[in-house]
């Protein structure tokens, strides 16, 4: 009779210690989105609204050119950052990797700027991009006049500002986790190429590059959810400026949520930044799904 | 100047390049080739571009403005003086008061004390729960949790403000730090979730044998053993809503709002000439703490980034 009581509450007991995590994942995560679904075929303005319009706002905001040029921002951002993190990351982990001396304080200079802000990280290179008292002025005193360093207030220019101010902040992620990669490399891999004589930079091109794969794919997963997600760089280093010329779509959504009282448009926007975030990660979910099915 | 042949930096397992001869490879080790300068020039290079914002953060904040106006970017303070970070700590304007960013400093520590314990512990309760219990539906709703962790908060974050206005509590202190809670949420379960599946089953169920209950055996067997992952769950996490900006924006209301925030309105509300030396020194404070996390505990920083990143 005791030991049926206690089974009972142990049952219970694992539903109630799961119920923050449900109530999370169906309230605060799907109820959430669906609700902003809800809401983007509305036309609410300050305060959500019955009114049913349909897919209007979908239209509206694809003709909206301040969301057109969010969208162009963010391709141009995305496929410069990423590519730049990669290759950043990648080469400092290979050349991490060559015994060299001092390797744990290269590894913590590499790093530290991850455990930085968004903000503090636009904040500090908007100083250093700043014309006349940063850099460029730097560069002015030392005689280069040819040089004119003031990108973060030319319209053509700013977006690269923040992909370098962001690629300084998180390469050195990508470099651990590639260097985490490199070090569980069988080793004999080594031995049998260095017996056949094939250069290093081959191996590492054609072998170790393959091999680490599934490294690449985590960092592609994280990368380009960071670029979705991109909003603190650009408010703290340029607030979307020159003009409208570094306005990205996460801006986007929140000027027209809580400044310009525009909720339909906005939930339209967010639920359209949904779409690549879910595209993403369907092959990982598959790739899930089917390990633990076998 | 002779680099050793086996690097004791390194862990001594995992050599990369493995000699054939130990005669040429001892040669190779020790003389400078060419190729061994290039890429310690190039390390060195990376090096410097890595440390230069952190370099000119720390001049800037120690130079009077004239200095900063006259010296360029780079040059070393002539006269140090620290009243830029005075200035910054309790002088600045951030908005409306001209109180500096202490305040920011401390609504920071109040969001992230109750944020980071609480978390932890709801984290560590669904990935034991997880790992050992079989509870219907547990695996899907885990699958959407870590998903949620993808998704930009902008989502999400109109409703959940609507769902906190009527409860009344949007803007205040358990608002932030019950949202705090649940974007926290996914990586913190899945950091449990993973340490605990690496407990022997035996171990489970040798307790479960002596009569313990889903509380008990959490409490007395595997919380006490969880101590290398609530190390690492808790720098993640301090560092993660430390850093937080736009969740403290939108939900921490005006009295609570958080330091990043409060460093940003520092920077924007700047009237006449822009304080470069007190911004800098402000930015420091702000990113300190962080900072400090990762210089001192290092290797648990990065052990928290690949259990956290890799392993989903």
Known sequence: MKRTFARITSRMSKYIALSPMALTVIVAYVGAALWTLRISLT???????????????????????????????????????????????????????????????????????????????????????????????????????????????????????????????????????????????????????????????????QVVLPMLWPTIATVLLLLSTAVVKLYDAVVAMTQGGPGTASEVPTKFIMDHLFLRSNVGLASAGAVVLLVPVLALLAPYAYARHRKEAT | MTPPIIDHAAPPALPLQMPLRPAAAR??????????????AFLFTAALFFLLPLYVM??????????????????????????????????????????????????????????????????????????????????????????????????????????????????????????????????????????YAGVPQELFQAARIDGGGFWRIFLQVMLPMSLPIIVVAGIMQVTGVWNDYILGLVFAGRDHLPMTVELNNVIMTTTGTRQYNVNMAATILTALLPLALYFVSGRWFVRGIAAGAVKG
């Open chain 1, 43 to 205: 036309s609410s303005r300050t305060f959500p609204s019955g009114g049913y319009i349909g897919l209007a706002q979908y239209q509206r905001l694809f003709d909206n050119e301040r969301w057109m040029l969010s969208l162009h921002n963010l391709a141009l951002y995305g496929v410069l950052f990423i590519v730049a993190c990669l290759a950043i990351g990648f080469l400092l982990a290979v050349f991490i990797d060559q015994r060299v001396r001092g390797e744990g304080v290269l590894r913590t200079v590499f790093l530290y700027p991850y455990a930085m802000s968004f903000v503090a990280t636009g904040l500090v290179w908007q100083w250093l991009l700043t014309p006349g008292d940063g850099i460029d002025g730097a560069l002015r005193a030392w005689g280069w006049h040819g040089l004119q360093l003031d990108w973060i207030v030319r319209q053509d220019m700013v977006m690269y500002t923040i992909v370098i101010a962001t690629v300084w902040q998180a390469s050195g992620l990508v470099m651990a986790l590639m260097l985490a990669g490199l070090r569980g490399i069988d080793p004999d891999i080594w031995k049998a190429a260095r017996l056949d004589g094939i250069p290093a930079w081959r191996v590492y091109a």
């Open chain 2, 58 to 195: 720390i001049v800037t904040s120690l130079k009077p403005m004239e200095e900063i106006r006259a010296g360029g970017i780079f040059a070393l303070p002539h006269a140090a003086t620290f009243e830029p970070w005075r200035q910054a700590w309790s002088g600045v304007c951030t908005g409306a008061a001209c109180e500096g960013i202490r305040g920011g400093f401390w609504n920071s520590v109040l969001i992230t004390v109750p944020s980071t314990v609480i978390t932890i512990l709801v984290g560590a309760v669904n990935g034991y729960a997880l790992s050992f219990w079989r509870a219907r539906g547990a695996n899907l709703l885990f699958g959407v949790l870590l998903i949620g962790a993808f998704v930009p908060v902008q989502v999400m974050i109109y409703p959940l403000v609507r769902v906190m206005a009527l409860a009344g509590i949007y803007g205040s202190l358990p608002a932030i730090v019950l949202v705090h809670v649940i974007f926290g949420m996914p990586v913190m379960t899945l950091l449990f979730r993973n340490y």
């Open chain 2, 27 to 40: 040669k190779r080790g020790r003389r400078l080739t060419p190729a061994r300068i290039g890429i310690y």
